[in-house]
């Protein structure tokens, strides 16, 4: 079992910057792919990055712009979120899927899921 819990989101004006945590809770932590994902009113959850053992993927619209990172020493994964847009408010969910060896874009292939957190960009 894994609990995630995610913190730092707000509210932040166009170009500026964020960053987000995710704190998990559990003995897979080491073993899952951590990621994020996001869901804007309206819209469906979307895939953002995902990081594994072998490294980590980024949808299109983020790379560039969001770096994810973790330490397995805290069980935490980050994702630092530069020049923010308009379009990237959403509620972000940290996500954990329990294989490390693959980093799928669906939903459906993830395990667990975080609360969200808010993310408002204001143009």
């Known amino acids: 079992q894994v609990q995630l819990v995610e913190s730092g989101g707000g509210l932040v004006q166009a170009g500026g910057s964020l960053r987000l945590s995710c704190a998990a809770s559990g003995r897979t932590f080491r073993t899952s792919t951590m990621g994020w994902f996001r869901q804007a009113p309206g819209k469906e959850r979307e895939f953002v990055v995902g990081?594994?053992?072998?490294?980590?993927r980024y949808a299109d619209s983020v790379k560039g712009r969001f770096t994810i990172s973790r330490d397995n020493a805290k069980n935490t994964v980050s994702l630092q979120m530069n020049s923010l847009k308009h379009e990237d408010t959403a509620v972000y969910y940290c996500a954990a899927r329990l294989d490390v060896g693959t980093i799928v874009v669906a939903t459906t292939g993830w395990d667990y899921w975080g609360q969200g957190t808010q993310v408002t960009v204001s143009s």
């Open positions: 990081i594994g053992w072998t490294g980590s």
